[in-house]
């Protein structure tokens, strides 16, 4: 199949396939004898697996060990060591990442609770940001 055909096929677009090509994520493309890439169901398994794995969360960088991994005959991406160790990184990542989040929330909601329990009045200067924000946005939510 042609580039264009294969980026329907996937979803994404012929420069995305170039781009994975020169990455090498995506093997050099075949040339047909008018010059053409031509790609095989084999390459649209991998910018398959590539496509999903970002929609995951992963980076492009990511998604190499998985490529490997397919490629070396795997039935799965994620049928070998390297990739599981991937999703172990990121995981653990994103773990950190929450736990930063919810320490920033809990500073922002004491803050709020710490100002509400003052009953702020109304104020000389405004910038107009408090008429812009709906009633109980801010409010403690699960």
């Not at 199949?1 to 396939?17: D, F, N, S, Y």
């Not at 999903?52 to 005959?73: H, M, N, Y």
């Amino acid at each position: 199949m042609r580039i264009g055909e294969l980026a329907k096929r996937t979803g994404t677009t012929t420069r995305a396939l170039r781009f994975y090509e020169s990455q090498g994520l995506l093997g050099r493309a075949r040339r047909t004898a008018n010059g053409y890439r031509d790609y095989d169901e084999e390459d649209q398994r991998l910018v398959s697996e590539i496509l999903a794995l970002q929609a995951a969360g992963l980076s492009l960088d990511d998604t190499r060990p998985f490529v490997a991994c397919l490629r070396a005959g795997h039935g799965a991406g994620d049928d070998c060591a390297d990739s599981v160790e991937v999703y172990r990184r990121r995981l653990a990542e994103v773990d950190d990442c929450l736990e930063r989040l919810g320490a920033v929330r809990a500073g922002l909601v004491a803050k709020l609770a710490d100002a509400l329990a003052r009953e702020p009045g109304p104020c000389r200067v405004t910038t107009g940001y408090a008429a812009s924000v709906p009633p109980n946005h801010f409010e403690e939510n699960p």
